[in-house]
């Protein structure tokens, strides 16, 4: 935090239930010397990390599918949401919590990966960096059948799409989800598939 137009006054903790949200309140300095106050509530809910995984001989991806709340709350009938595997980072770096949340949820055991780019998905109101990644997957390494941590409730299905279908799928509204629409452009740019 290096800005020295930023000050902030005070940091209120609203909410720290599971993550925490907090209102904080700072002076904006101005181009002519003048400051303004300014308040913003802001959700911390840590770091996170998504993965494309492909198989280029098959042309298909591997997508998950499960109940999201906020979505079900906001215009989504059914709150399920088809999006690439994606964790929240625990200590580890992004990349180990993608390996380790990969095979939680898909079942897949991959030893190698590709940084995509990082990105703040909601830069508004969310701290979160979410870190991008592909991977390729093949039989040999399924050890699982994935589908997330009991004791976590995450209830994840694990589905297997060719390629030109999840990419149709954005067209039709079927994934709604930005991580996963950035990951399957990037995939098209790259000709990945
Ligand atoms: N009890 C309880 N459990 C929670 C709560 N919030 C999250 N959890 C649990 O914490 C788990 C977190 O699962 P992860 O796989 O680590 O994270 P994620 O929810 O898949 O996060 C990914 O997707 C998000 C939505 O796109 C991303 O925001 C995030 O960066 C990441 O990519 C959830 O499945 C759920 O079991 C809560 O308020 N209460
Ligand atoms: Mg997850």
Redesign the pocket.
């Known amino acids: 935090m290096t800005n020295p137009k930023i000050k902030i006054t005070e940091t209120k903790l609203l909410s720290d239930?599971?993550?925490t949200l907090n209102k904080v309140t700072f002076d904006y300095q101005l181009g002519n010397k003048e400051t303004e106050s300014h308040i913003r509530e802001v959700y911390d809910?840590g770091?996170?990390?998504?993965i494309l995984l492909y198989n280029r001989t098959k042309k298909t991806v591997v997508l998950t599918r499960?109940f999201?709340m906020p979505t079900f709350l906001n215009g989504n009938k059914t709150g399920m949401?088809i999006?690439v595997c994606?964790?929240?980072l625990d200590q580890e770096n992004a990349e180990a919590a993608i390996i380790r949340?990969t095979e939680?949820?898909t079942g897949y055991r991959l030893s190698k990966v590709e940084k995509v780019i990082e990105t703040y998905?909601s830069p508004g109101s969310?701290t979160?960096i979410?870190y991008l990644f592909t991977g390729e997957y093949d039989e040999t390494m399924k050890t699982n059948e994935g589908g997330?941590?009991d004791h976590?409730?995450?209830n994840i299905e694990v589905l297997e799409y060719t390629f030109d279908e999840a990419y149709k799928m954005i067209e039709s509204g079927e994934i709604l989800?930005?991580?996963t629409i950035l990951l399957l452009q990037h995939a098209k740019i790259k000709g990945l598939i």
């Open positions: 239930n599971w993550y809910r770091n996170g990390a998504a499960q999201r949401m999006e994606a964790g929240l949340e939680e949820e998905m969310v979160e979410l997330g941590l976590e409730q995450e989800d930005a991580k």
